[in-house]
């Protein structure tokens, strides 16, 4: 069955770069609305808004949905929505055209994500390292979308964003390949009747985290390309590399954060991840020159080696709501940095985009003081000794 598990894994997977490339093609999008069509940072930061104002009110709800039903359908759908909104919101000039349209893409997303985690928890089990190809997926298409973009804009301009809806194509395909698979079937029927007791304060306190990493990470997506082009005086493809840097370096960082947490456990991986986001970022906006390419990996590094790890934490600590485990800690992740975006743009348009940015040193410092005193949760201590035991625990052990 492992092989059918697998095979169910990586489709999982691949479903999901092509779902993620419109959480990042919104983003991708930003610095050619403000070049093409003279929006301000507040106006732009509206768009990102747009995408994630919707997706953060109804993601929860879908999660709720999916743990009393099971929707495997909404995979293909969702992913054919959020790609229909984002190959839109090019065409024309309305700026409340855009926004719609950005809406929907968030809504197609926002349906896919509890969905598609509970769907692979079930498929990983308990392995982090098989989360983390999961993740890897979304963080591919993350990655894949700033080069993406910048190639169907060089192509025509705005108006070229049709070309756009071809990963959501694929994406559907993908997800309905991967709901038929055998290993996923039966990885769904073993998690249908899930036990175990639900820890809300420790969930709602690994929320808060996430909520502190979204905003960093959502502030930077928007903002780091044109931030990057003006500090170091390059052009779009100055901003548009560091965007990728910043996307590329998720998916390194991924497959390490589920490494590490089988050898040093969840919550010490995670607190340091976020210890080390404090530093990179400040090194972002404070260090001069070229340098800033460096710090951006290393921010890249911090916001994603947890990333993984707060999906399979907040379902352990809610081991009877998958669903909604799910479609809080990898939706939000994403879409609540969003309701902060247009602040930053704001403050940016009053003062400068590097005073706007700012305030992002301090809010991973805040996560980690969220996650201080968490304990691994209960629904991970009753699994076998050999299997909740970090690798260094395990040769220590055995010594």
Avoid: K
């Amino acid at each position: 069955m492992s092989r059918y598990r697998n095979r169910s894994i990586t489709l999982l997977s691949l479903g999901h770069a092509c779902v993620d490339v419109y959480q990042g093609a919104v983003a991708a999008l930003v610095p050619f609305f403000v070049s093409e069509r003279a929006y301000t940072y507040a106006a732009a930061s509206g768009i990102v808004l747009a995408a994630s104002l919707l997706s953060s009110v109804v993601q929860p709800l879908f999660g709720v949905l999916t743990d009393r039903w099971p929707m495997p359908w909404l995979l293909p759908l969702g992913a054919l929505t959020g790609g229909a909104g984002v190959a839109v919101s090019g065409v024309g000039g309305s700026y409340a055209l855009t926004l719609a349209a950005v809406a929907v893409s968030g809504i197609g997303v926002a349906a896919y994500h509890p969905e598609a985690a509970r769907a692979a928890r079930a498929s990983a089990g308990r392995s982090n390292t098989a989360m983390g190809w999961f993740s890897l997926g979304g963080n591919i298409g993350f990655a894949l979308a700033p080069p993406l973009v910048a190639a169907v804009v060089a192509i025509g301009g705005l108006s070229a964003s049709p070309l756009l809806i071809v990963p959501a194509v694929a994406g559907a395909a993908l997800c309905a390949a991967a709901i038929r698979s055998p290993g996923s079937r039966a990885a769904a029927a073993r998690t249908a009747a899930a036990t175990g007791v639900d820890d809300w304060p420790s969930f709602t306190r690994l929320s808060g985290a996430i909520v502190c990493r979204s905003i960093v990470f959502v502030g930077l997506s928007a903002f780091i390309s044109l931030y990057v082009r003006t500090r170091t005086g390059g052009g779009e493809a100055a901003g548009t590399a560091a965007l990728f840097v910043l996307y590329a370096g998720g998916a390194l960082g991924t497959l390490a954060g589920g490494r590490l947490a089988d050898r040093y456990g969840r919550l010490t991986v995670v607190r340091r991840s976020y210890a080390l986001t404090v530093l990179a970022v400040a090194g972002v906006l404070l260090v001069p020159g070229p340098a800033v390419y460096l710090f951006v990996a290393l921010t890249s590094a911090g916001l994603y080696v947890p990333f993984a790890l707060h999906i399979t934490l907040g379902q352990d600590f809610l081991p009877r709501r998958l669903g909604t485990a799910g479609g809080v800690t990898l939706g939000l992740a994403v879409s609540a940095g969003g309701l902060a975006a247009p602040a930053l743009g704001a403050l940016a348009d009053a003062t400068s985009l590097r005073i706007a940015l700012i305030p992002l040193i301090a809010l991973p410092a805040l996560g980690r003081l969220l996650l201080a005193g968490l304990r691994e949760p209960a629904a991970a201590m009753e699994q076998p000794a050999e299997e909740r035991t970090p690798r260094r625990g395990r040769r220590a052990a055995s010594a």
